[in-house]
């Protein structure tokens, strides 16, 4: 999104880098607040012709040359001092880091207590709270009045007013995930008023994977445009893996709890309590986690629903509960504890997203009556959240053909009193497993246009593997050309702007303008290339695709050169022209006689 | 598509090639119609569990181990006798083949007259033509109330009954493109009434590629499943490399007459004159194209139109003839002679595809007053061609926001009299240069739920270079999911039955039922292979994504096993304890205080 007025780089500092992002065209910017310590990072696109084009950036200090980052020390606490500022959260001891924490048994030789230091001994810390248990949320101020820093950091990154986000939040209509534990985030809101947001997974699982791995696929995935990243890491070092990863995250970093609670009981579903479960809460917001799925929504009553589904319950989360409640023929303990869970998440400023463990798994069980069962129950518990000022979003599938997409962004608003949903794709076939990303951003784009809030996405290698590097991209870039293009069908101010710039450099052949503003510069140079590597053929005036003779661009300029100088000039002869042929009849052949 | 119904591949000679077939998952099979020289073509998919799925099948003879297949020699001519039975063609001796043809200059070495048998001697032939200049077009054949072996044949493969086809094409609301010089294709239907299709451009152009290469790209494009194939050749060898592609393609072939045209006046549009054109219209329709790209609609008078799009004129063939007409201040000569080449048209059945020379090149210029001008002089043209018994589709855009393109293909349908709609996806955003398969793969899979008929595809390498092999193969999968996503929404008959048997495998963990069944099978395996490469894990009943323990199919699975024998045993047994604690009161919370 380009902004030529409210959103002037300013900062001073930047001069240098700016000189440096000329030659290879971008640097990265920041916007003023209205204090110093509030600056808004951009990634400024210095066009070949003078001019230059704003666009929201997720990637972080990272691609700052003038910030020295180092993954051993994590990133500045850029939040901390306004958090502290606000008086109403305290430091405190924190829950013992246990052994059993990081997956590994009580008998284990590693065993013993550590605390977050011995875990991540780059920046030491405690844990913080709200004091007695207080609402520290953006929502409790939002319906005070208050404006944070983080409502103006947000207001000026979406170029809107501070009121219209704090309106937005207030209304429960948008949530601004930001844990008082993770003071390291650029803040960012998640709501239909605003630029629809990507989320990517990382994860170790039992089967592959390391902590190093994981922290890379993070700033690798906020590289390419990630607006938040949850870590779904099943297997061993848990804890350790998410310490990292949140202490060099940039981004709002999202968990699902049950995963880790699983973990400590062996896997064995029965075993879980809402003790064990509650105190992974506690460990993980204590650590920051800024926003948490609980799929709370899976109730004993709807278990019996997911039976004659042609793939039962394909959420991991949800297939969990199920398998608990069926094992006690006891209500959810999700369910049960759910005020409980709300006053822990309000002290810490943790973000609920409420999970569709029912979602489909296939295009069969697209709205059924189970998925539609538990978002009436979502919409009961976002209410809930609401009177505890938690920040609520609600998540969507899956799998569900395009006729009945509509359906579920309609309904979800309605049931959930217009909270941000979040989806999964949807996926709008299945029949093609390893483009996945691709028949899911076809069904992401859609329901964003119709107002999902965040879209969570699909790599290629869904349903088959791991996703590596590369994947975590693909799926990275498809679903931004989602969310934008979703963002261009609601008309959001600016979103065009970005597609004017780079219509204008084809238009021009201004081949190095169109690849610094693409989505992925990289590749789409590197497919230039390969066909026409030679340096002049960047200047060059046609491509590869027709050939110098054949390009319709330079004929159309040849066109508007030939017949007039000025654009105006060529419209008016070409409209003089057009008024005599008009003139004189301006049809060729009779009316048709049918 | 599954139907285990109406269409079990019957054919004796099968045999052994299903035994075969049986061991690598699928093999190609037939079903034959009411005369034993009509065959039906399907793609037999084998599954693990004794069942079989049979699926649509583009791939022509070269998939079948049976056929001994020699791209010297070209494809058996199957419709040759259809065609000759019907007793209104005849041969003749056709025009002389010139070196200008393969844009070869008349004071070439090369030079000298050559006859088609000397292009391609593989099969002698003379070409053919409706006696009289009859219209011999199937058109013409369903107006008069003839179901004839094509329209038989298509009835088969759409799992539709013979009328319906012949109803469909009679309305104009359906084509069946099949010149009489095309014998060799599997005949198939386009129409909103019927399965999606996809089409592939390919062509050499001045900077790259070679004879060789197309015709290799033309079977690997319907390899994986495109319907028709464009030769959009510009260079040298025009003539040559379309006979070779006609004579091997299965599937109808389209070109734009126009691009060759300009090639023998040496790219100067001013010297284009309707008798080049026309030459160049009778060479073609002499070697068999199929359907031609005529940009009739850009009128004189629409040119100052464009003059102050963002993008001007991005079709090529709208460019030239926007060129010529301000060049000559006078009508096209394509819409001024349109009458006359209807007439050529119908004595071969080459069927129209009206283009859109003054589509939109950027979200900007999408829907603006150049383009439904046009679109309306489309439909003038439209009501001609019908006139003359020509098949008619009609071409579409280009780049729209998706906001706007159900207005595109409601207005086509309105103004065109329900002809097919032929979109060139519609890119849904331009600011990702190298996805551009991606970004109007969400345009095409919603414009064709809306009813567009057929698909062109657009491959990652669109506005950057010419795409290679692994650009086409990925051009023509997406293209399949957003066409197979559009079959579903509009409630295709079987259409489901496809996804649905991908899912009961995917829920059984029959990986190797999976990929058999996946649009790109090869890929599937390979993406599964990088994270679990063992044989076992192919019949594991978990995956690499979330390891043994969390998989939450094999939990539904566990849940369904150990709550009762069969499904209908554990619905009962979970509805009665749901029951129960419906009466307990099924509530946790009181109702909420807002």
Same mark, same amino acid.
């Given at each position: 999104?380009?902004?030529?007025?409210?959103?002037?780089?300013?900062?001073?500092?930047? %001069?240098?880098?700016?000189?440096?992002?000329?030659?290879?065209? +971008?640097?990265?910017?920041?916007?003023?607040?209205?204090?110093?310590?509030?600056?808004?990072?951009?990634?400024?696109?210095?066009?070949?012709?003078?001019?230059?084009?704003?666009?929201?950036?997720?990637?972080?200090?990272?691609?700052?040359?003038?910030?020295?980052?180092?993954?051993?020390?994590?990133?500045?606490?850029?939040?901390?001092?306004?958090?502290?500022?606000?008086?109403?959260?305290?430091?405190?001891?924190?829950?013992?880091?246990?052994?059993?924490?990081?997956?590994?048994?009580?008998?284990?030789?590693?065993?013993?207590?550590?605390?977050?230091?011995?875990?991540?001994?780059?920046?030491?810390?405690?844990?913080?709270?709200?004091?007695?248990?207080?609402?520290?949320?953006?929502?409790? @101020? !939002?319906?005070?009045?208050?404006?944070?820093?983080?409502?103006?950091?947000?207001?000026?990154?979406?170029?809107?007013?501070?009121?219209?986000?704090?309106?937005?939040?207030?209304?429960?209509?948008?949530?601004?995930?930001?844990?008082?534990?993770?003071?390291?985030?650029?803040?960012?809101?998640?709501?239909?008023?605003?630029?629809?947001?990507?989320?990517?997974?990382?994860?170790?699982?039992?089967?592959?994977?390391?902590?190093?791995?994981?922290? $890379?696929?993070?700033? +690798?995935?906020?590289?390419?445009?990630?607006?938040?990243?949850?870590?779904?890491?099943?297997?061993?070092?848990?804890?350790?893996?998410?310490? +990292?990863?949140?202490?060099?995250?940039?981004?709002?970093?999202?968990?699902?709890?049950?995963?880790? !609670?699983? $973990?400590?009981?062996?896997?064995?579903? &029965? &075993?879980?309590? +809402?003790?064990? @479960?509650?105190?992974?809460?506690?460990?993980?917001?204590?650590?920051?986690?800024?926003?948490?799925?609980?799929?709370?929504?899976?109730?004993?009553?709807?278990?019996?629903?997911?039976?004659?589904?042609?793939?039962?319950?394909?959420?991991?989360?949800?297939?969990?509960?199920?398998?608990? /409640?069926?094992?006690?023929?006891?209500?959810?303990?999700?369910?049960?504890?759910?005020? &409980?869970? /709300?006053?822990?998440?309000? %002290?810490?400023?943790?973000?609920?997203?409420?999970?569709?463990? =029912?979602?489909?798994?296939?295009?069969?069980?697209?709205?059924?009556?189970?998925?539609?069962?538990?978002?009436?129950?979502?919409?009961?518990?976002?209410?809930?959240?609401?009177?505890?000022?938690?920040?609520?979003?609600?998540?969507?599938?899956?799998?569900?053909?395009?006729?009945?997409?509509?359906?579920?962004?309609?309904?979800?608003?309605?049931?959930?009193?217009? *909270?941000?949903?979040?989806?999964?794709?949807?996926?709008?076939?299945?029949?093609?497993?390893? @483009?996945?990303?691709?028949?899911?951003?076809?069904?992401?784009?859609?329901?964003?246009?119709?107002?999902?809030?965040?879209?969570?996405?699909?790599?290629?290698?869904?349903?088959?593997?791991?996703?590596?590097?590369?994947?975590?991209?693909?799926?990275?870039?498809?679903?931004?050309?989602?969310?934008?293009?979703?963002?261009?069908?609601?008309?959001?101010?600016?979103?065009?702007?970005?597609?004017?710039? =780079?219509?204008? %450099?084809?238009?021009?052949?201004?081949? &190095?303008?169109?690849?610094?503003?693409?989505?992925?510069?990289?590749?789409?140079?590197?497919?230039?290339?390969?066909?026409?590597? *030679?340096?002049?053929?960047?200047?060059?005036?046609? /491509?590869?695709? /027709?050939?110098?003779?054949?390009?319709?661009?330079?004929?159309?300029?040849?066109?508007?050169?030939?017949?007039?100088?000025?654009?105006?000039?060529? $419209?008016?002869?070409?409209?003089?022209?057009?008024?005599?042929? %008009?003139?004189?009849?301006?049809?060729?052949?009779?009316?048709?006689?049918?």
């Amino acid at each position: 999104m380009t902004n030529k007025d409210a959103r002037t780089p300013a900062s001073v500092q930047d %001069a240098q880098s700016e000189e440096a992002g000329k030659s290879i065209g +971008w640097h990265k910017a920041y916007v003023e607040g209205s204090r110093p310590d509030l600056r808004v990072p951009v990634r400024q696109v210095h066009l070949t012709n003078g001019q230059s084009v704003t666009l929201y950036d997720t990637s972080g200090p990272y691609t700052d040359p003038l910030v020295d980052t180092d993954v051993r020390r994590g990133l500045s606490p850029l939040r901390e001092n306004w958090i502290i500022a606000r008086g109403d959260t305290e430091e405190y001891a924190g829950r013992p880091v246990r052994p059993e924490d990081d997956g590994i048994k009580h008998t284990s030789p590693r065993g013993g207590l550590r605390n977050l230091d011995a875990v991540f001994p780059g920046r030491p810390r405690q844990p913080r709270r709200g004091k007695d248990g207080k609402a520290v949320t953006q929502l409790a @101020y !939002a319906r005070r009045g208050e404006i944070t820093p983080e409502m103006e950091y947000v207001a000026i990154r979406e170029n809107v007013s501070p009121e219209v986000v704090r309106d937005e939040i207030a209304a429960g209509r948008a949530v601004l995930p930001a844990n008082v534990n993770h003071p390291e985030i650029e803040p960012m809101i998640i709501g239909k008023r605003f630029l629809v947001k990507v989320n990517a997974n990382i994860g170790n699982s039992a089967v592959t994977s390391s902590i190093e791995e994981e922290v $890379e696929k993070m700033t +690798w995935a906020t590289r390419w445009g990630a607006d938040t990243v949850m870590d779904l890491s099943t297997g061993r070092n848990i804890h350790t893996t998410r310490e +990292w990863v949140l202490r060099n995250s940039p981004v709002p970093i999202g968990t699902v709890p049950l995963y880790q !609670a699983l $973990e400590k009981v062996d896997g064995r579903a &029965e &075993e879980l309590t +809402w003790d064990i @479960y509650k105190d992974t809460v506690i460990e993980q917001a204590e650590q920051g986690v800024d926003y948490m799925t609980v799929h709370a929504g899976v109730r004993l009553a709807y278990v019996p629903l997911t039976a004659n589904r042609k793939t039962g319950i394909v959420s991991r989360g949800g297939s969990i509960m199920a398998a608990w /409640c069926l094992a006690h023929h006891k209500e959810s303990f999700l369910y049960d504890n759910f005020e &409980e869970l /709300c006053e822990i998440l309000a %002290a810490y400023d943790v973000t609920y997203s409420l999970g569709d463990g =029912l979602r489909p798994g296939s295009i069969a069980d697209a709205n059924d009556e189970a998925q539609f069962a538990e978002l009436r129950t979502l919409g009961e518990l976002n209410r809930i959240a609401k009177r505890f000022n938690v920040q609520t979003m609600i998540e969507g599938p899956g799998h569900i053909p395009m006729h009945k997409i509509k359906e579920n962004i309609d309904l979800q608003q309605e049931i959930c009193d217009e *909270a941000p949903f979040y989806t999964l794709g949807p996926l709008t076939t299945d029949v093609a497993p390893a @483009y996945d990303h691709i028949t899911s951003g076809i069904g992401a784009a859609m329901i964003a246009w119709w107002g999902t809030a965040m879209l969570c996405y699909v790599t290629p290698k869904e349903h088959l593997g791991l996703p590596n590097r590369d994947d975590v991209k693909t799926g990275v870039i498809t679903y931004k050309i989602a969310a934008h293009a979703a963002d261009l069908a609601k008309g959001h101010p600016g979103a065009q702007e970005w597609d004017d710039a =780079l219509s204008d %450099a084809r238009f021009e052949f201004r081949w &190095e303008d169109q690849f610094n503003l693409a989505l992925d510069p990289d590749t789409a140079r590197e497919f230039h290339d390969e066909t026409l590597p *030679a340096e002049p053929a960047k200047t060059a005036h046609f /491509c590869s695709m /027709c050939g110098p003779k054949f390009c319709s661009m330079k004929i159309s300029q040849d066109i508007r050169r030939e017949h007039g100088g000025t654009q105006a000039e060529i $419209e008016d002869g070409m409209a003089q022209k057009s008024k005599e042929f %008009a003139a004189s009849g301006n049809r060729v052949y009779l009316p048709i006689a049918d």
